[in-house]
């Protein structure tokens, strides 16, 4: 049993007392959290060594547990390089203390988990990021080459994002999808997920109901055709909102006279 969350979510306290009552014991759960890189809350983005630390302690605390599974760096949006292996030293710490099982990124491109390995000599295990057939060749490029140096990929957005929800951009996208999930039986959540799966990556789907936890579960054992693949690469919507707005960072560079590779 897998929970997902993280320190921006601001909802570790109510986590907590659902675990409680949940009356599982802590070796069934699993918790992912993500450091708050972001400034999306009161605290602000930790960026120091020591400040990483000290967020570890309180989600702890809050989380009512002695120990997280797996802790990740939520993004880089707002951190340095050098704020970058700040935070990795302190979640090297955590990890030193028993505080975290595991560590990792999120929302990181190859070059930023190069550096962080390069600087401290140790490989984030996870990078957590949005994937679904209609994310740009930079990430499945990045999901590829993770993989190949084994760094496990877990998808969030597996439905389509945030803003690229399969149902509600056109009646081409779902008809695709539908398409395909009537050849094999199944939901269009379901193609979607199986295609994430069938590439190695594992998928963390939100839910709004009962019925929408129980068709993720049972996501049916199919293989997606060439043609199956095409039909849902064809359903991308123009307005594609991308994970991580690459062209922003390119016209950023641009300004600081810094060059892009």
Request: aromatic share 6%; charged share 25%; hydrophobic share 40%.
């Amino acid at each position: 049993r897998l929970i997902d969350t993280a320190q921006m979510y601001g909802n570790e306290a109510a986590l907590s007392m659902a675990i409680r009552e949940s009356r599982l014991p802590r070796s069934e759960l699993w918790i992912t959290n993500k450091i708050n890189t972001g400034p999306w809350s009161g605290d602000g983005p930790i960026n120091t060594r020591a400040g990483t630390l000290a967020s570890v302690e309180k989600s702890l605390s809050l989380l009512r547990t002695d120990y997280v599974d797996l802790m990740l760096i939520h993004g880089t949006w707002v951190l340095s390089e050098a704020q970058q292996l700040e935070v990795w030293r302190g979640l090297i710490d955590a990890k030193t203390k028993g505080y975290v099982k595991r560590i990792g990124v999120s929302n990181f491109v190859r070059s930023e988990i190069e550096t962080l390995e390069k600087a401290t000599g140790v490989r984030p295990c996870i990078n957590q990021l949005e994937y679904h057939p209609w994310v740009p060749k930079e990430t499945t490029d990045l999901v590829r080459w993770c993989q190949k140096e084994g760094i496990a990929v877990t998808a969030y957005g597996s439905l389509g994002g945030s803003g690229n929800k399969a149902g509600e951009l056109g009646p081409a996208m779902s008809a695709n999808v539908g398409k395909v999930a009537e050849v094999h039986g199944c939901s269009n959540a379901q193609v979607l997920l199986r295609w994430a799966l069938n590439k190695g990556v594992a998928v963390i789907p939100g839910a709004t109901s009962a019925e929408h936890i129980r068709d993720n579960l049972n996501v049916p054992p199919f293989e997606l055709t060439r043609s199956d693949e095409q039909l849902l690469a064809r359903a991308r919507p123009q307005t594609f909102r991308r994970w991580r707005n690459l062209s922003e960072e390119i016209e950023a560079c641009t300004k600081r006279g810094a060059a892009c590779v």
